[in-house]
């Protein structure tokens, strides 16, 4: 099943998600969320953008031709915790399914250990660096109730004001289905 994308301005995405009780079944969930990324050609989507406040968020980068490292990346990632990040922190242009049409320079630390669950509830602990760790930081600020937006300067938030309360009314081109808070 495919989910329409929770726009910018919906509280759902403010919220820092809540933990999935351990066993519980998710494997349906967990492919509707790849079905739904890959429908909108997304590398990340993370729970809170269909709608749903709980720490769970799915990477695909198999699919970038260009970024041969990526090409064993995709899974999902269930009641992660990052345990620390390190390294010189590089910037890169992020974009997000639930911000579409914008994308603009944000910096991250370069590497970081992450433990986590996959859709099995089998248990892991990571360490992930580079274009790898900048999806899982992307993905998991959604579950913390963060968009790439907050990092940037006062100025260009500003220069994106319109842009986003269009988002918010659903006035955006998007070749998936959206949801947007303020559309009437
Ligand atoms: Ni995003």
């Not at 995405?13 to 349906?28: M, Q, Y």
């Not at 944000?106 to 859709?119: Q, W």
């Not at 790439?148 to 986003?164: A, C, E, Q, V």
């Not at 659903?170 to 808070?181: F, H, M, S, W």
Request: charged share 35%; aromatic share 10%.
């Amino acid at each position: 099943m495919i989910y329409p994308i929770v726009m910018y301005g919906d509280p759902v995405l403010r919220k820092k998600a809540k933990d999935i009780e351990k066993g519980t079944d998710i494997l349906e969930l967990v492919n509707d969320m790849y079905e739904t990324m890959h429908a909108a050609h997304g590398i990340g989507l993370a729970a809170p953008q269909i709608g749903k406040g709980i720490r769970l968020f799915v990477v695909d980068g198999t699919t970038l031709e260009d970024e041969p490292k990526l090409k064993d990346f995709k899974k999902a990632f269930v009641n992660p915790v990052i345990l620390y990040e390190s390294g010189t922190p590089w910037g890169f242009e992020e974009g997000c399914l639930s911000i579409p049409n914008i994308r603009e320079e944000v910096e991250r630390p370069e590497k970081l250990r992450i433990k986590y669950f996959d859709e099995n509830w089998n248990a892991f602990e990571e360490d992930f660096d580079g274009m790898k760790a900048r999806i899982i930081q992307h993905e998991y600020d959604h579950i913390e109730g963060k968009l790439f937006i907050d990092y940037l300067t006062p100025l260009k938030k500003r220069m994106l004001k319109g842009k986003l309360a269009d988002i918010s009314k659903g006035e955006v081109d998007t070749e998936y289905r959206i949801l947007a808070p303020l559309k009437k």
